[in-house]
């Protein structure tokens, strides 16, 4: 099934991250587990909403060479997977997150709690699509995230320090609780 292969590509996309603290481990051994358990799969129903257009210019634009049976995979399973759009529910009540913000991104979950493709009470790991020009303003949550930009460059700033440019590829460990920031 497509989406089973998508997942066994991000975690080899993770498998050299060294992220103390993390829990990048107890997330390959939860990835590895569903693929091995079919039956945990295919709860969340495959969607794309309106940004159908952005998602499959997100997936051309990716040319990496790394990156190439990732993103033979994610062409298989997208339609496979629930794409959601983030109106700001990342943020306090009342912020505001810009009009390019809200028609330019979308997310999917591959494991997940809810509406993800594998079930996991405990680990969220999924894909983040923000469209080129696009700027995921300053936020900060309890959740530690790792960053694997699939086209590039992007730039990161945390803590409200300066921008840096980061390649495809590359790998963007953000840690609990800090202001940080994205733009494409």
């Known amino acids: 099934m497509p989406p089973f292969s998508l997942l066994e590509e991000v975690i080899q996309c993770l498998k050299d991250v060294e992220a103390n603290g993390f829990a ?77 913000y809200r028609s330019g991104n979308m997310h999917s979950l591959l494991l997940g709690p809810q509406d993800a493709f594998v079930h996991s009470s405990e680990h969220l790991l999924g894909l983040f699509l923000l469209a080129p020009w696009t700027h995921y303003r300053d936020h900060k949550h309890l959740a530690p995230e790792i960053y694997v930009p699939l086209t590039g460059p992007s730039a990161w700033r945390f803590d409200l320090k300066e921008w840096v440019d980061h390649p495809a590829g590359s790998t963007i460990l953000n840690p609990p609780n800090m202001v940080h920031a994205t733009r494409a």
Do not use: F
């Open 24 to 100: 990048i481990e107890e997330m390959r051994v939860a990835c590895r587990t569903a693929l091995e358990v079919t039956g945990e799969a295919g709860r969340a129903q495959g969607q794309v909403p309106t940004h159908r257009l952005l998602l499959d210019d997100a997936i051309a634009a990716i040319d990496s060479p790394q990156l190439q049976n990732l993103k033979s995979s994610l062409l298989l399973a997208k339609d496979h997977l629930q794409w959601k759009v983030d109106d700001g529910g990342y943020y306090d009540a009342g912020d505001d997150v810009g009009d390019g």
